[in-house]
């Protein structure tokens, strides 16, 4: 199919060295191909000891034209010799050491930002697992060469599961920007250390807070890496251990009640871990008449509630003063799992009352959570680690992916 050269040079991009040769159709195969030629041929001379080499036939998958399956194919001109190795041109429509155009990489980021779901999109595309994956880190790969981080002044740590059992990764968030900054396995001190590694020294050195659980290996290597930073313990982790505790309390009560043929807390659990304003009209009903009853769990919830306030104040000073009223009270519960929870808020007292200088939580971290599970949902679980970083900073990383 001849003279289409000057209408796909045009749509192609293509400079003044390289031409459409012809354009192949299989109707019955549903696909096309498009065949370049460089108008100086298809080898180059060394400028030194002017050794020639043959170029070889090479295809690059492009953007399907009107539903038909396209590629382009050409002899890229090259040179090779024993002094100077092979020496290739670049070609203005395919990124180096890739088989995908630039047209079709950008359109594939498009969609996969736009779907989420890695098996849908790459059944839309109409491309292999594999291919997906080489995109996706091509795109990553650009975009963390492009990336800024010297105005970051506030990080978090955190960790998310990974694979089955007790298997765990470490993330590094931007607090201010809500991005991820970067993933590596395991969730110990050398793990936290090498998420520090993403920051230059000159960039740790003006980081003003960390963001974090009371997770030993976070705050230790946050002191050597960062020691500029304070610490500052999230609200959203020290809810989790008081709804933890407030659990524990329930179950061992429902236990004990059990026994003695008295079942008031079946199928209560949720009503406990709630938010007075989270609960609906049945449910707050519920939760009403089973307050009026002398239980263990309801004070256990009555102390959790409580120390929600201890957020509201506006100085430290006023808040350790709560803080103080509030753990004798917790202290003399008689409640094992409160005073456990309690007496761990007392050791890391100094990081809670860091909220009030910097009021930052892990909530950019958090917020991820749901993204990041739904990416290891639609790929159907990641078994290699490399995969699951690259998704991660290529969905939730905020960064230059286009070519």
């Given amino acids: 199919m001849k003279d289409l050269n000057e209408p796909y040079s045009a749509l192609l991009g293509l400079d003044d060295s390289w031409r459409v040769e012809d354009v192949d159709l299989d109707l019955l195969g549903n696909q096309g191909a498009i065949r370049l030629s460089h108008v100086g041929g298809g080898s180059l001379t060394c400028p030194d000891c002017e050794a020639a080499c043959p170029a070889p036939e090479w295809t690059w998958r492009q953007l399907d034209t009107l539903q038909f399956k396209t590629e382009l194919r050409a002899r890229v001109p090259r040179s090779r010799c024993a002094k100077c190795g092979v020496k290739t041109i670049a070609v203005p429509w395919s990124g180096k050491h ?19 779901n890695l098996s849908r999109a790459s059944c839309l595309l109409g491309l292999s697992w594999d291919a997906v994956h080489t995109i996706i880190k091509r795109a990553v790969d650009r975009g963390l060469s492009r990336r800024k981080l010297d105005d970051i002044k506030h990080v978090g740590l955190d960790e998310k599961s990974f694979g089955k059992g007790h298997n765990h990764v470490s993330v590094m968030t931007d607090s201010d920007d809500r991005r991820v900054l970067e993933v590596v396995p395991e969730r110990t001190t050398t793990a936290a250390d090498s998420l520090w590694k993403t920051l ?5 050195s003006k980081i003003a807070s960390v963001s974090m659980d009371m997770w030993a290996a976070f705050m230790t290597s946050a002191d050597k890496n960062a020691p500029n930073a304070e610490i500052v313990h999230d609200k959203f982790h020290v809810a989790k251990y008081l709804g933890e505790a407030v659990d524990k309390v329930r179950r061992s009560e429902h236990r004990a009640l059990k026994k003695e043929g008295d079942e008031p807390l079946t199928g209560s659990r949720q009503l406990w871990l709630y ?5 609906d009209e049945d449910r707050h009903a519920r939760l009403a008449l089973l307050q009026e009853q002398d239980l263990r769990t309801s004070r256990a919830r009555a102390i959790k509630e409580h120390f929600r306030w201890f957020w509201d104040y506006t100085y430290a000073g006023n808040a350790k003063k709560f803080f103080d009223r509030w753990f004798g009270w917790a202290r003399r519960s008689q409640l094992d799992p409160v005073k456990r929870v309690a007496a761990t808020l007392k050791r890391h007292l100094a990081g809670l009352l860091s909220y009030f200088r910097h009021r930052v939580t892990n909530a950019t971290t958090e917020g991820f959570n749901s993204r990041i599970q739904s990416i290891k949902s639609a790929a159907r679980g990641f078994r290699n ?11 939730c990383g905020k960064l230059q992916l286009n070519p």
């Fill in 385 to 395: 680690f490399a995969n699951y970083r690259t998704c991660i900073l290529f969905y």
């Fill in 98 to 116: 890739s088989r995908f155009t630039l047209l079709l990489e950008a359109f594939a980021v498009e969609v996969l930002q736009a779907c989420t």
């Fill in 200 to 204: 230059t020294q000159s960039q740790r």
């Fill in 275 to 279: 938010n007075a304003e989270n609960l």
